[in-house]
């Protein structure tokens, strides 16, 4: 037979002592005269106000309606004894105490007392803290038994300041805990009086019957408080954290709440103990475990009708053993196993309306070779659960976090960003980069190849390679004094759902040719091939590859040094037809024939000063320069100096086409530099006439600056140190001893600045104090040294490049601060965003929200009520009604994270993956799984689907 159907065939639904109404006592001291407290509860304990003498005086403004002054000198109220009063009596029973206070730090003032007139030692109060202790401001509670045996607890808020507090204490057989204006107090009230290890024989009924407000009433009172008492509540259950903000609110619950306490000792050796987990809801169930018994002991439970009555058995033979039932059945459960356990059946609580408040003692007992053992006791009082619910109404974006989130949450409805994404790649971490060689702050991301490892993304279920340069973030910060580089052949587009902080270094430049490279060679017939052109920056162009050493046999193509690449707009843009040519020429072969025969050796007759120009600039929204053979070691022949080489084609500034967004048109990567000609500067004559050495060859152009584009969806800011760079490549400097001979490059060209495209909604959160640089590079220069004369050349510089910012409304270039490349007034760098410009995902988090419990509850469902084009839509995924959000083709989909979160709304310790789900029905996985207290979530808006949805209320139910 089941515990359960054993249990109430007893008769228990008929013999346990029923009440409709946990109420013990409402005293809402409401009055504007007279001198009785008024119990609004079913029990109508009317309380006596005593040495109150100035009536109506002590009634005042309360926290609802009036309340009661007291005077600190003589002032009290009494309350009547009767059933569940006083509500604290030492053997498990649960109770609540709720009550407004308004007073000042005063030293151990009592503000409501349990205590008894014929003794000094019970009571059971709440004062003021000890000045000594420096606790006066504090709630101290005080607990003392007819033994002498005192606990004190206070709180860790300040409760005495002047000004009104709600204290809300609830109690389950000592496990205690005290809320503070509905939230729960950080400090220890789980004092355990009367509770499983540490209560003994001796802690039997309290002796209380003196019951007071405002003062300790004993044979005499003394203690009196100083302030003011608002709605004064009992309650005959442990209250939730949903009731305690109800209450505080102004609410009253006439709801028993189920409890469940285990309270006194086991006897035996182990001692004998009995566990229970599982809730005395009704329709509920309760699990049993009894340990620590002898191994193959019989076993049986007992079992009672509350409440507990702690009666010694010493009498029968069994010292040290307490019987807390009374007059309890008996359930053989079988034997304990080879460890002395044994779990029982569960304990089915019936769905009986008329079962409510009523209470079970449950009680261990088994008997072996060792003898008799009693455990401890279990008391489950019946309740109904308390449906919690935490709801975010889009009043204000106090729930939002805004450094991860982009949109709005503001009177009653959450809009989505235009930009952000779905932050998949979580936020960003420099760190996550490749260090430079050679540096210890610079860290490299390559877009087209870079994984973000799965720790490290949002959701948390696998690596994420980004092939493409997109990337999503919830949040992105470059740190002061750290250097962040994008590159890659495909521009860096950073979607970032919240906030943008640059006070660091960003940058997509393009790359600078080696200084090292050797031109030439002494080998006989030996052709050193060109320096290969610079790398552009994220999706720019490379430079041009120099030109091979000439053989002297004449001008073949190897010879000739390569252009640099164009601007490289998108498929899209309608840059596209303009930048043709804007990659800088490659620098011409001198002397021009290739020939042996052409090279002329005008320093000293033996050495050759030829040198040709080097590579050109390329070009962009301002035109690079020639590459320019400046002297050569004589000034006198004019056959050394090679032509100048040929800059790229200047780019129009270009608006966009209709119906193109401004991320495909204005994000354009720079054009290269030309690649540097071949020439015999510093060879001798005797190296060409016996045929020893082959020419020079060029050195490389620079690339082109890279394309960096900024999708934000809440603020952008760039600290006053910080810098957004797409600067071109250049800048060699290259010295050339006369020893060793050979190793005289011809300068490639600089590429041009590339682009950066800033998009955010509102331009009242960009904050610009730092650098915009989309220079082109400068020049580099070769300078070689013979006996005591030099020759150089110059590489062209890089044209500038361009900067695009965008908001929604009226913009002024002036909002860019600093933009170093192009000269002012930056026309079309800024505009407004265009009706259609977006991405067709964002998404925002709300915050940490809490249930206020300590322990993880029941999550029942979530309830998201939302606009679709003006039409009411739910989606849910209650098991009553499902029709749930989980699906990337829906207009929205909804995510939801569990953790233990505080009272505060602080995450404690690692939150549990993402889940689609609430309720966890169906074996679907929920924050069910994760012993949650608390949750945050993520709204994903999809445009694509739909572009006219309104959130209006998001709400998460379970039971409390």
């Given at each position: 037979m089941s515990i359960s159907r054993l249990t109430f065939a007893l008769g228990v639904s008929t013999s346990l002592a029923l009440a409709q109404s946990p109420q013990l006592g409402d005293w809402r001291l409401d009055s504007s005269s007279?001198?009785?407290a008024q119990d609004s509860g079913p029990n109508a304990r009317h309380g006596v106000l005593v040495g109150f003498n100035a009536d109506p005086a002590q009634w005042v403004a309360g926290r609802f309606g009036n309340a009661l002054a007291f005077d600190g000198l003589d002032d009290r109220v009494d309350l009547p004894l009767g059933a569940g009063l006083p509500f604290f009596v030492g053997t498990g029973e649960a109770f609540s105490l709720c009550f407004w206070v308004r007073g000042a730090a005063a030293?151990?003032?009592?503000?409501?007392?349990?205590?008894?007139?014929?003794?000094?030692?019970?009571?059971?109060?709440?004062?003021?803290?000890?000045?000594?202790?420096?606790?006066?401001?504090?709630?101290?509670?005080?607990?003392?038994?007819?033994?002498?045996?005192?606990?004190?607890?206070?709180?860790?808020?300040?409760?005495?300041?002047?000004t009104w507090h709600h204290l809300a204490y609830v109690e389950a057989a000592g496990n205690a805990r005290l809320y503070v204006d509905g939230v729960l107090d950080p400090a220890s009230f789980d004092d355990r009086f009367g509770a499983r290890g540490s209560r003994t024989a001796q802690y039997g009924q309290y002796p209380f019957n003196r019951v007071a407000l405002g003062a300790l009433v004993q044979n005499q009172a003394s203690g009196h408080f100083a302030g003011a008492l608002d709605e004064v509540q009992i309650y005959a259950c442990a209250l939730t954290a949903h009731d305690v903000a109800a209450i505080a609110a102004g609410a009253r619950t006439n709801q028993f709440r189920p409890s469940l306490?285990?309270?006194?000792?086991?006897?035996?050796?182990?001692?004998?103990?009995?566990?229970?987990?599982?809730?005395?809801?009704?329709?509920?169930?309760?699990?049993?475990?009894?340990?620590?018994?002898?191994?193959?002991?019989?076993?049986?439970?007992?079992?009672?009708?509350?409440?507990?009555?702690?009666?010694?058995?010493?009498?029968?033979?069994?010292?040290?053993?307490?019987?807390?039932?009374?007059?309890?059945?008996?359930?053989?459960?079988?034997?304990?196993?080879?460890?002395?356990?044994?779990?029982?059946?569960?304990?089915?609580?019936?769905?009986a309306t008329n079962l409510l408040g009523a209470s079970l003692v449950l009680q261990a007992a088994s008997a072996g070779l060792g003898g008799i053992e009693t455990s401890n006791a279990v008391l489950a009082v019946f309740g109904v659960r308390s449906q919690g619910a935490i709801l975010e109404t889009f009043a204000n974006d106090a729930g939002l976090d805004r450094e991860h989130s982009g949109g709005s949450w503001s009177g009653g409805n959450a809009l989505a960003a235009r930009f952000g994404g779905r932050g998949i790649h979580g936020e960003f971490d420099h760190r996550l980069g490749t260090l430079l060689p050679g540096t210890t702050n610079t860290f490299v991301f390559d877009t087209g190849n870079f994984t973000v490892p799965r720790a490290r993304t949002l959701f948390g279920e696998s690596d994420l390679l980004i092939s493409d340069g997109r990337f999503e973030f919830t949040s992105f910060v470059v740190p002061a004094g750290i250097r962040v580089l994008f590159r890659g052949p495909h521009p860096a587009i950073l979607r970032v759902l919240g906030t943008v902080r640059i006070d660091g270094e960003l940058s997509v430049d393009g790359e600078s040719p080696a200084a090292d490279y050797l031109a030439g060679s002494t080998l006989p017939n030996v052709s050193v091939q060109g320096q290969p052109g610079a790398l552009g920056g994220a999706g720019g162009g490379a430079g041009g590859k120099g030109a091979d050493g000439c053989d002297g046999s004449g001008p073949q193509p190897r010879f000739l040094a390569q252009p640099g690449h164009d601007a490289r707009p998108t498929a899209n843009s309608g840059y596209l037809?303009?930048?043709?040519?804007?990659?800088?020429?490659?620098?011409?072969?001198?002397?021009?024939?290739?020939q042996d025969s052409s090279v002329v050796f005008s320093y000293f007759a033996v050495i050759s000063g030829m040198l040709a120009g080097g590579g050109g600039g390329g070009s962009f929204l301002a035109q690079g320069t020639a590459g320019t053979a400046l002297n050569s070691f004589t000034n006198t022949q004019p056959l050394d100096l090679g032509p100048n080489s040929t800059p790229g084609t200047l780019v129009p500034f270009v608006a966009a086409p209709l119906g193109v967004s401004s991320l495909d048109h204005f994000l354009v990567g720079g054009a290269g530099g030309g690649g540097g000609g071949s020439q015999p500067l510093n060879m001798l004559s005797s190296e060409i006439t016996v045929g020893q050495r082959a020419w020079n060859a060029g050195a490389g152009g620079a690339g082109g600056g890279g394309a960096l584009a900024f999708r934000v969806g809440h603020a952008l800011a760039v600290g006053s140190n910080g810098v957004l760079a797409a600067r071109g490549g250049g800048g060699v400097l290259s010295t050339n001893a006369a020893l060793p001979v050979f190793g005289c490059a011809s300068p490639g060209g600089a590429g041009s600045g590339g682009s950066i495209v800033l998009q955010l909604e509102d331009l009242g959160l960009l904050t610009q104090l730092g650098t915009i640089d989309v220079s082109g590079g400068p020049a580099s220069q070769q300078t070689t040294t013979r006996v005591s004369a030099q020759a150089r050349s110059s590489g062209g510089a890089g044209g500038h490049g361009a900067v695009r910012l965008e908001c929604a409304g009226p913009i002024t270039s002036a909002a860019l601060g600093t933009v170093l490349g192009p000269p002012a007034p930056l026309p079309g760098f800024v505009?407004?965003?265009?009706?259609?410009?977006?991405?067709?995902?964002?998404?925002?988090?709300?915050?940490?929200?809490?249930?206020?419990?300590?322990?993880?509850?029941?999550w029942l469902h979530y309830r998201v009520r939302a606009l679709v084009r003006g039409t009411p839509v739910i989606f849910s995924d209650d098991p009553n009604a499902f029709a749930p959000a989980n699906l990337d083709s829906l207009p929205l989909r909804i995510r939801f994270q569990g953790g233990l979160v505080d009272g505060n709304g602080e995450l404690v310790g690692a939150p549990g993956p993402w889940r689609d789900f609430v309720n966890g029905d169906g074996g679907r996985a929920s924050i069910q799984l994760d012993g949650a207290t608390g949750f945050r979530f993520m709204l994903v808006f999809n445009r694509d689907v739909e572009q006219d949805l309104v959130i209006e209320d998001v709400d998460v139910f379970f039971d409390a």
């Open positions: 007279g001198f009785i030293d151990r003032d009592t503000v409501l007392a349990l205590a008894s007139s014929t003794s000094s030692l019970p009571i059971f109060a709440f004062n003021t803290g000890p000045t000594l202790a420096g606790a006066s401001d504090k709630l101290e509670l005080v607990v003392r038994n007819a033994q002498g045996i005192a606990t004190t607890r206070r709180s860790s808020r300040v409760v005495f300041d002047g306490a285990e309270f006194g000792v086991g006897c035996g050796a182990g001692p004998l103990e009995l566990a229970a987990q599982g809730s005395p809801v009704l329709g509920g169930d309760v699990g049993l475990l009894i340990h620590g018994g002898q191994p193959g002991a019989l076993a049986a439970l007992a079992i009672a009708a509350g409440p507990a009555q702690a009666q010694s058995l010493a009498a029968l033979g069994l010292p040290g053993c307490t019987l807390y039932g009374t007059s309890p059945s008996l359930v053989p459960l079988g034997n304990l196993d080879a460890f002395g356990a044994l779990a029982t059946p569960r304990l089915a609580i019936p769905a037809p303009f930048v043709f040519g804007s990659g800088g020429r490659g620098g011409a072969l001198h002397p021009q024939s290739g505009g407004s965003l265009t009706a259609g410009e977006g991405d067709a995902r964002s998404a925002c988090f709300s915050r940490w929200r809490s249930s206020g419990l300590t322990t993880a509850p029941r």
